[in-house]
C-alpha cells in the first residue's frame, strides 16, 4: 500500500509539474512583398496554412507592405474560433525610402502588448514591441524586429552594422530584468561580419546569444543545411529569389538570461529552419529529394508558393502557468472623449470600481498606477512627457489595453 500511494504521488507531482509550465512559440518570416499577387498568386491561403501548421505564440514578420496586408493576416491568416491573435500598430516605414515594414502578432491569451515603437536608420525601420507574459509573476519581453540591408561587399556589410548599432544602443533603455527576441531577415553571409559581432558582443548593455551558436561561413555551406531559410526556389522568377536553400539569412537571437534561468528559457535543440528537412542543400523546398518525416509534402509546397525565405522558429519555456485563462478577457472600457490628452484622462469601464489602471510608456515602463479607478474618475496625466502611451485596464480575470496621445 505504501509503495502504491508513492506511485500515486509521483504522478501527482508528475502532473502538477506539466500544468505549471507554459510553453512560448516563436516564428520570425520574411513575407516577400506581401499581400502583393506573385506570379498571378494570391497568397493568403498559403500564409494561412504554414501559420496554422506552427501556431506561434510571437509572430515576427518582415516584407510586409501595406496596412491591408496586415489587416488580412490578423483577420484571415491568423483567424481562429477563439479569436486568440491580436496585432501591433501597422505604420509605414520612417526610414529610407523603402516600402517594406516589419510587423508583430501575439497570442493574447499569453500575451499583452504593452508598449510599441521603432528606432529609424537610414534603410529601414527597426520596430520594438513590449510584450507582457500573462502569468502569475508577469515577465517582460522587449521583441525587436529588423530587416537589414541585403547584399555582400564592404558598403553593405557596414549599412548592416550601423543598422544593428542602433539597435544594440537602444538596449540600454531596457530594464536588465526584462528578456530580448531580436528576430528577422538580417542578410548576413558569415559569422565574422560586424553586424553579427556587434549582436552578440558581451559588452552591450543587454547581453545577446545566438541559440544554436553556428560560427562561420553561412553562404553556400553544405555543412550548415539544416539551417539554411534562402532561397526556397532553384528556377529564375522575377518575383522569388533563385538558387535553391543555401543561406542562412533569417535569424532569432535572444537575450542570455533566456539560457541561464528556469524562470523564462530557451528550449534546448527548438531552433528550427521551418519546413526544412535537412537534405535540401541547393534544392527548391518543394523538391521531392527534400522530403522526410519533420515537415511534409504539403506543407513544404505552401513555403514554396509563399515565400523565397523559409520561416525560424524556436520555443520559450515558463515554469509558471497563465494568469488569465481563455475566454475570460470579456471587459468592456473605452477612453472618454479624445484619445488625444493634455491634462485629464477619464476611462469608461463596465466595472463601476475597484478596477485596476495602469499606464505604461513606450519602454513598457509603468509611469502611473491606479489600484482602485473608478468609473469615470479623471486622471491626471499633466506631468507624463509628450508621446504614445498604453492603458491597461484590469479586473479579475478581465484585462483590456488601450492607446492615448499626451500632447502639450
Known amino acids: 500500500m505504501q509503495q502504491k500511494v508513492k506511485y500515486a504521488l509521483a504522478v501527482l507531482l508528475m502532473a502538477m509539474t506539466s500544468y505549471g509550465q507554459t510553453s512560448i512559440k516563436v516564428m520570425t518570416y520574411n513575407l516577400l512583398h506581401y499581400p502583393e499577387v506573385i506570379e498571378n498568386i494570391d497568397r493568403k491561403d498559403d500564409l494561412r496554412y504554414v501559420l496554422s501548421d506552427y501556431n506561434p505564440d510571437i509572430l515576427m514578420v518582415c516584407e510586409l507592405e501595406t496596412a491591408a496586408g496586415a489587416d488580412e493576416i490578423i483577420n484571415y491568416c491568423l483567424q481562429t474560433p477563439d479569436n486568440r491573435y491580436a496585432a501591433a500598430s501597422f505604420t509605414p516605414n520612417h526610414s529610407g525610402s523603402y516600402p517594406l515594414q516589419q510587423m508583430l502578432y501575439f497570442n493574447t491569451q499569453k500575451f ?5 515603437t521603432y528606432l529609424r536608420t537610414y534603410v529601414r525601420d527597426i520596430n520594438h514591441y513590449t510584450l507582457k507574459l500573462l502569468t502569475q509573476t508577469p515577465d517582460t519581453i522587449d521583441v525587436y524586429i529588423a530587416h537589414l540591408k541585403a547584399s555582400g561587399g564592404t558598403t553593405n556589410e557596414n549599412e548592416r552594422l550601423d543598422m544593428v548599432n542602433v539597435m544594440t544602443n537602444d538596449l540600454q533603455n531596457i530594464p536588465a530584468s526584462h528578456y530580448v527576441i531580436f528576430g528577422g531577415d538580417f542578410n548576413l553571409y558569415n559569422s565574422d561580419e560586424p553586424a553579427y559581432q556587434e549582436i552578440i558582443d558581451n559588452t ?3 547581453v545577446l546569444k545566438d541559440p544554436i551558436n553556428l560560427l562561420g561561413n553561412w ?4 555543412d550548415i543545411r539544416s539551417y539554411v531559410t534562402q532561397s526556397t526556389h532553384t528556377d ?6 533563385s538558387g535553391g536553400l543555401d543561406d542562412r539569412f533569417d535569424f532569432l537571437i535572444l537575450s542570455e538570461n533566456l539560457f541561464n534561468n528556469s524562470h523564462l528559457h530557451y528550449v534546448n535543440n527548438s531552433y528550427k529552419s521551418y519546413g526544412n528537412n535537412g537534405n535540401c542543400f541547393n534544392r527548391a523546398i518543394n523538391s521531392s529529394d ?13 513555403l514554396y508558393t509563399m515565400s523565397d525565405h523559409l520561416p525560424v522558429v524556436l520555443t520559450l519555456e515558463s515554469n ?18 479624445s484619445n488625444v490628452v493634455r491634462e485629464q484622462l477619464r476611462i469608461f469601464t463596465d466595472i463601476l470600481s475597484n478596477t485596476k489602471v495602469t ?6 515602463q509603468a509611469v502611473i498606477n491606479n489600484e482602485n479607478y473608478q468609473n469615470e474618475e479623471y486622471i491626471n496625466v499633466s506631468s507624463l512627457k509628450n508621446g504614445l502611451y498604453w492603458i491597461q485596464v484590469s479586473y479579475p480575470n478581465s484585462v483590456k489595453t488601450l492607446k492615448f496621445v499626451k500632447t502639450d
Not at 553562404?219 to 553544405?222: I, L, P, Q, R
Open 112 to 116: 499583452e502588448l504593452i508598449a510599441e
Open 204 to 206: 552591450n548593455a543587454i
Open 219 to 222: 553562404h553556400n555551406n553544405y
Open 236 to 241: 529564375y522568377s522575377q518575383d522569388y529569389v
Open 290 to 302: 527534400c522530403s522526410g518525416t519533420a515537415y511534409d509534402t504539403t506543407l513544404r509546397n505552401h
Open 320 to 337: 509558471q502557468t497563465l494568469h488569465i485563462k481563455e475566454g475570460i478577457s470579456n471587459l468592456h472600457c473605452h477612453i472618454i472623449g
Open 359 to 364: 499606464i505604461y510608456n513606450n519602454l513598457g
